[in-house]
């Protein structure tokens, strides 16, 4: 078993891929347009405060994720992250499809 995730991301039809190493709790990034690639580092590097749901719909507690947290903070700071910067993540394209995406473009 692989100690790497990727993730498929895009931002209109540029794609990227962000690997996230559960082996040392690290993401790097892989962009094609440097802006967008500081962007997106930049928002993995800094913490996040997110309202998690606890004994119902209605009880919300603020936790702080990291990316060095672990691999499921890692994908929660993921599902906000076209809200902050508008980089979408794919969650169906497999990591090794985004060269494939990129020539089809």
């Known amino acids: 078993m692989s100690d790497k995730v990727q993730v498929v991301v895009h931002r209109g039809d540029l794609y990227g891929v962000i690997e996230y190493d559960t082996a040392t709790n690290s993401a790097s990034v892989r962009f094609p347009d440097a802006a967008i690639q500081a962007e997106i580092e930049a928002y993995l590097a800094k913490p996040h405060e997110i309202n998690v749901p606890q004994e119902t719909l209605r009880d919300f507690t603020a936790k702080t994720f990291k990316v060095t947290d672990g691999l499921k903070s ?23 499809k985004v060269a494939f995406m990129q020539k089809k473009l």
């Not at 992250?81 to 993540?89: E, R």
């Open 74 to 96: 890692f994908q929660t700071i993921l599902t906000r992250m076209w809200g902050a910067i508008d980089v979408h993540v794919d969650w169906s394209i497999p990591g090794d």
